[in-house]
């Protein structure tokens, strides 16, 4: 009998360790091109570097000299051009956040495409490397733990999507986390995928996110709770055990 309350005591421990869910890491700053509250406006470039067009739900970016860049705000470029608190963003603590990730789409490709997000007015620069054969959705991580200069309360943020004459590039967002691990645990959650829905024409190349199984969601807000769905599966595995427990004891008393 005794075996028989070890067995199922030890079938209740497992069964609790497979449903109890592992909550992403939420990001600690992100940044929404496409809203109206944090898009970038399309005099945030100089036209002879790059073009913007701004979408209902993302960025298309034009680089027309290898150094194509897009800045926060609806400030023309000048007085304000990189400072995000003038697009309603908060500064960036990058003594803990490092790593950033933004999701992109290479409409036109070109050779040797790299993300570069630059912070401090380009003192420190975090690279990422392109997926150059993906017209998907993809998310392209930079870390910046290695940078010296990558610390401080930061005010001045630019991206550079691509950094190759004639790439033509959309952005959705733009976030940040503390590691790399947080990071890509956050996309394979799908925690950071978008529902692009203005962008249906089946005729062009700029074909939305196939990975249909996945939350698509904005990234959620640095202040907001994790998801607490699942919170009913957990209830679910209490009263399991508690059921097998009755059952074990009335067999012991039987």
Partial sequence: MKKLVALMIMVVLILSASVVPAFAA???????LGSAEQGA???????TVSTIKVEDEYVTLTDKSGDGYIYPGTSSAGAHAGDITSAGLDPIDCNTLKVVVAKMRIVTPADNMRLQILIKGGAACATGDIDAENTDWQYVIADGSSLDKWVDEVKWFRIDPVNASGAVVDVDWVAMFKTVEEAQAYISAGEGDTDNDADTDTDTDKDTNTDTDKDETKPQDP??????GDVSVVFLVVIAALALTVVA??????
């Fill in 26 to 32: 939420e990001p600690g700053w992100f940044w929404d």
């Fill in 249 to 254: 004891k009335k067999k012991i008393f039987a």
């Fill in 41 to 47: 406006d399309e005099g945030l470039t100089i036209p």
């Fill in 223 to 228: 202040n907001k709770n994790p998801n607490s």
